[in-house]
């Protein structure tokens, strides 16, 4: 399976793989699409019991600049995510790296409970 890994140069944040190169967006938009430097992924009782998982509160705090410049992604995800383009949408962002947030957060919860 290809692996697109992350790459991040003057603080943009690009997916690649071989020759392919798809920018996603500057680092402080993704930030603020996620809605801030950290996300909390909340566990429930039984989810709290895996031995990985070390919550003392029943959730984690994920660092969004570290994660998603050490998550790599899938064809599929990369494929999907260049049909949005890098004009500005409603929310003042690109419309791929707003996407590239939903979808990351989508990631970051299905680790955790549903929202």
């Given at each position: 399976?290809?692996?697109?890994?992350?790459?991040?140069?003057?603080?943009?944040?690009?997916?690649?793989?071989?020759?392919?190169?798809?920018?996603?967006?500057?680092?402080?938009?993704?930030?603020?699409?996620?809605?801030?430097?950290?996300?909390?992924?909340?566990?429930?009782?039984?989810?709290?019991?895996?031995?990985?998982?070390?919550?003392?509160?029943?959730?984690?705090?994920?660092?969004?600049?570290?994660?998603?410049t050490t998550m790599t992604h899938t064809e599929e995800f990369v494929t999907e995510l260049t049909e949005y383009d890098m004009a500005t949408d409603r929310y003042g962002l690109p419309t791929r790296t707003v996407e590239f947030a939903d979808r990351f957060v989508d990631i970051l919860e299905q680790q955790g409970l549903d929202s």
């Open positions: 399976m290809t692996q697109f890994e992350p790459d991040c140069r003057d603080g943009t944040l690009a997916l690649c793989h071989d020759d392919t190169r798809v920018t996603v967006g500057s680092l402080d938009d993704i930030v603020a699409a996620v809605g801030g430097e950290t996300y909390r992924i909340e566990y429930d009782d039984a989810q709290r019991m895996q031995p990985w998982l070390d919550t003392d509160d029943g959730g984690l705090e994920i660092d969004v600049r570290d994660a998603v």
